[in-house]
């Protein structure tokens, strides 16, 4: 096995990326999947952003007419005799073929090949093997390994300070709101939420749930925290955000106090599927209030005229024809109980402001 740094253009240069594919009898051929463009081009905007940390190594099978040339001289004091330093030569054949085959990295590879900077230096680790059985085992013991929990990368973000790739950049705010929600003695979820770093028999809502809804608000040009977003000309407003979130979710405390804080099989309302649905019920209801309106008593009086309609712990929603138990924390019901609160809220709140 060989350890070293090439610049990230050079890779492809060297090295083929073999993906899978059945040839014209039927043989399974190669092991990569195909290129994942919006995650290349990702990786190409984080390398792009600035000065950036990337110690992932790219893994690569080597061919056997690649050598290496042992330095000659004394080893440093301390040497375990695990490796030892020299120059390995690897070959660029003159009809086109490669020495070398991306086992792990490939996406990473195609963005260091498009990235500005022609001569970032990138780890790789290689083993000497021509045998694409041998490729596709370690190709598939690499992969196999369990990725992270999204709600453990979630909790991570806001301790992250260095530039984020393009898919993790928007889950840091929606995090850092949950934990000051978590946390805050003035908001009503106040140690009512789960997060992957505690495991406290009182926290019922899981942190993935509001994540989305702050996500989904801040996303959509109709949602309420969108005002205050990033901009192009202004920065984001966290303190308007979490002001909008604590007014409407204390109102949701106030409007239904016998579903509020019960685990989510006594409180659908607690449930992900109840906190996902009355997030499209917030963007609705707190982007309609007044400049200068008073966010709590606005979202307080919404909610009061629904709330006798709703069946958070018991009944039956009837537009719906569900059972309050029945709502599981999956796309189709969420859009159910969202689309029957919205009913309400126009039948018995929008209905009337008009």
């Given amino acids: 096995m060989y350890g070293f740094f090439i610049a990230g253009a ?15 009898e039927g043989s399974l051929q190669g092991f990569q999947r195909k290129e994942i ?16 940390l990337f110690p992932n190594a790219i893994i690569l099978a080597l061919s056997p007419h690649a050598w290496f040339l042992e330095s000659r001289g004394g080893k440093p004091g301390g040497d375990t005799g695990a490796s030892v330093a020299g120059t390995l030569r690897i070959p660029l054949p003159s009809d086109g073929t490669k020495a070398a085959w991306i086992v792990d990295g490939q996406q990473r590879s195609l963005a260091l090949s498009r990235a500005r900077n022609k001569d970032f230096p990138v780890p790789v680790v290689a083993f000497v093997s021509e045998d694409v059985s ?39 705010m929606p995090s850092e709101l ?5 946390s805050a003695a003035d908001s009503p979820f106040q140690g009512l939420i789960r997060r992957a770093s505690e495991d406290r028999p009182e926290a019922v809502v899981t942190d993935a749930a509001l994540v989305r809804v702050i996500q989904r608000s801040l996303g959509s040009a109709l949602g309420a925290l969108a005002p205050y977003k990033e901009t192009v000309t202004s920065a984001a407003d966290p303190t308007a955000m979490y002001r909008v979130l604590v007014a409407f979710w204390d109102a949701v405390r106030e409007a239904f106090p016998n579903a ?7 409180s659908r309302l607690m449930h ?12 609705r209801i707190m982007s ?9 008593r606005h ?11 709703c069946c958070w712990t018991s009944g039956r929603w009837p537009d719906i024809e569900r059972d309050w138990n029945d709502i599981q924390a999956v796309p189709r019901d969420i859009r159910l109980l969202s689309g029957q609160l919205t009913r309400l809220d126009h039948r018995y709140s929008f209905a009337r402001a008009a």
């Fill in 10 to 24: 050079d890779l492809l240069q060297i090295a083929e990326i073999s993906r899978v594919h059945r040839d014209g």
């Fill in 37 to 52: 463009r919006h995650h290349v081009q990702s990786i190409v905007e984080f390398l792009d952003g600035g000065p950036v």
């Fill in 134 to 172: 041998v490729h596709r085992e370690q190709f598939i013991l690499v992969n196999k390994a369990r990725p992270l929990p999204p709600r453990l990368i979630d909790e991570l973000l806001p301790e992250v300070r260095a530039s984020l790739p393009k898919d993790l950049a928007p889950r840091k």
């Fill in 178 to 182: 949950v934990n000051l929600m978590n």
């Fill in 260 to 266: 509020w804080g019960l685990p989510p099989t006594e």
């Fill in 272 to 283: 992900s599927a109840g906190i996902e649905a009355m997030g499209t019920l917030m963007d």
């Fill in 288 to 296: 309609r209030v007044s400049p200068d309106g008073d966010l709590r």
């Fill in 299 to 309: 979202a307080a009086e919404s909610l009061a005229r629904i709330a006798p309609h």
